[in-house]
RNA sequence: GGCCCCAUCGUCUAGCGGUCUAGGAUGUCACCCUUUCAAGGUGAAGACACGGGUUCGAGUCCCGUUGGGGCUACCA
């Protein structure tokens, strides 16, 4: 078993490409076969040196290793387009030889005009067929006027053309419908069509999963095989991604908004930087289109190479479930190692500004590994164990529900003693001393924890309390409560 | 417009003629737990687009309608 990934380095990698990528990955370890990875830069007018190199960063960041292709090298190279030209332009000239091509010499203005003509005569836009019957002489005399021509295929202009699926079983095009695609530019590269045959043919690639999106073009390339005489691989299309809401294809171009207004990325960078987690993004894109077979919907990539296959592939396409993803996310991080889990915290605490120290962090990461969605969420949660300088909370967040300045202040002179009191800083020892002292003071202990939270973290969403002063310290944890009870009695 | 593809809770899905008064997940809501936020537990609301067939029997097969999507380049 043979599968490709073969995207066109115009960007960053879409969220669309790699699922695909993902579904050929699967395939091809499920079966113990080849995984490829071939560049499709035919395109000289998108051409983006940067792509690829980025493009191989977001496979490589989602663990969709490949077996042949860039950088790694295979048997069946090159592995990029652009430096397979003169394959694609011997066998468009061994087409035209064997009259399944020919020339084309019609200006791009002659073919604009001519689906005008046809739009204004309500007909289906086209190519009028204008150069597939020309004389030797005529060509002849188009040549010395130093016109460039393309290769256009000589597709049958009756009958049928039957294709199989492996997801959607037999579809059937009447040849009348079909174009004479152009299959080399007048630049001398070839179109997807003549490229993706010619390579998917001489790369041995035995199964084709691509976005549902070629399937019209599915009629095409199955006449190509046949001109050709090549033996045509399995071809399965896959169902695409749509909007959240369902209204049309994913896609930068229009970018999807969540139900608050938020823009949904749609790149797979987006969601590198977003902290998500490589693990997390892979499961939820398995989970679009395919399904794990039994009502497991969070598992692991080598739980999935070994259920993987073409008939528990979807044949509907899919709104972009957003939701699931960070549920998922969560789920992932939560089933990470503390360990683990500390290695991919510390870029992001780096990132947001703060100096990282590993073992702090180690002790940080328990009281947060429940709490995370996303890796970034530990900035906003527990960036204040890592700030150099303490930040406090206005004073008035210190007064909780029911409660005044003055009150509050008490409550937290009085916390300070107690806490300075104690010898044991375990869970069990401060949260009975500060239980009593709630008792003694009148107070509820969601009242008294909660000033204390605020005093301690500066935020009144934090890390849970006496495992957070457990690791400040005890000199810490006073000082910033004495400055908490200060701060209320500056205000009143 | 033309050609093609698709159709189960809001969303992702299970279902491959009887076990479906349609299962799971997510999201939403309620309750429990509770020092915040999470996590966890319990529960609720929530779908076979419609119309014809075929069949003893249809979410499951066929046809049509409707709806959605894709394509319609010397882009992939």
Request: net charge negative; aromatic share 10%.
């Amino acid at each position: 078993m043979r599968t490709r990934f073969a995207p066109s380095p115009t960007g960053s990698l879409h969220i669309g490409g790699l699922r695909t990528a993902l579904f050929n990955w699967l395939f091809a370890r499920h079966y113990g076969g080849t995984f490829i990875l071939r560049i499709e830069d035919t395109d000289q007018k998108r051409f983006d040196p940067t792509a690829l190199e980025t493009l191989m960063e977001a496979l490589r960041w989602a663990g969709l290793h490949w077996d042949e292709g860039p950088e790694v090298g295979g048997s069946y190279g090159p592995y990029v387009q652009s430096e397979r030209l003169h394959l694609y332009q011997q066998w468009a000239k061994w087409l035209v030889e064997q009259d399944k091509a020919y020339t084309c010499y019609c200006s791009p203005e002659r073919l604009q005009q001519v689906n005008r003509e046809k739009e204004a005569r309500k007909e289906p836009p086209g190519y009028d067929r204008h150069c597939r019957n020309l004389t030797a002489a005529q060509r002849a005399a188009y040549e010395a006027q130093g016109i460039k021509p393309v290769i256009r295929f000589k597709m049958p202009l009756d009958g049928q053309t039957v294709v199989q699926d492996a997801i959607r079983g037999e579809s059937v095009f009447d040849n009348a419908t079909q174009q004479d695609a152009v299959l080399l530019k007048s630049d001398g590269f070839p179109t997807y069509h003549l490229a993706v045959v010619v390579d998917d043919h001489f790369m041995q690639i035995s199964h084709v999963m691509r976005a549902i999106e070629w399937f019209p073009s599915f009629p095409l390339h199955a006449q190509l095989w046949q001109a050709f005489g090549w033996d045509m691989p399995v071809y399965a299309h896959l169902p695409v991604i749509l909007n959240p809401n369902g209204k049309g294809k994913i896609s930068k171009r229009n970018p999807p908004k969540d139900k608050y207004g938020n823009i949904i990325p749609v790149m797979v960078h987006d969601y590198m930087q977003a902290g998500y987690l490589p693990e997390a993004m892979t499961n939820f894109l398995a989970n679009i289109g395919w399904n794990f077979g039994d009502e497991r919907e969070v598992f692991t990539m080598d739980e999935a190479i070994e259920r993987f296959d073409l008939s528990r592939v979807n044949r509907a396409s899919s709104a972009f479930p957003t939701e699931k993803l960070d549920w998922l996310n969560g789920e992932h991080i939560r089933r990470l190692t503390p360990d683990d889990l500390a290695r991919r915290l510390k870029p992001v605490l780096e990132n947001a500004g703060f100096e990282v120290d590993d073992e702090l962090l180690r002790k940080v990461v328990p009281l947060v590994q429940i709490r995370l969605k996303t890796l970034n969420e530990i900035v906003d949660l527990a960036g204040f164990f890592f700030r150099e300088t303490f930040v406090a909370a206005p004073p008035e967040e210190l007064v909780q529900d029911k409660m005044d300045a003055a009150m509050t202040c008490r409550a937290l002179d009085r916390a300070a003693d107690v806490l300075a009191g104690l010898d044991d800083l375990s869970h069990e020892a401060q949260e009975a001393a500060m239980r009593g002292l709630a008792d003694e003071l009148g107070l509820k202990p969601k009242q008294l924890f909660g000033a204390l939270r605020v005093a301690i973290t500066g935020q009144r969403v934090a890390t849970p309390l006496f495992e957070t002063i457990a690791i400040v310290g005890k000199d810490v944890a006073l000082e910033r409560i004495r400055n908490a009870a200060q701060s209320l009695v500056v205000q009143s």
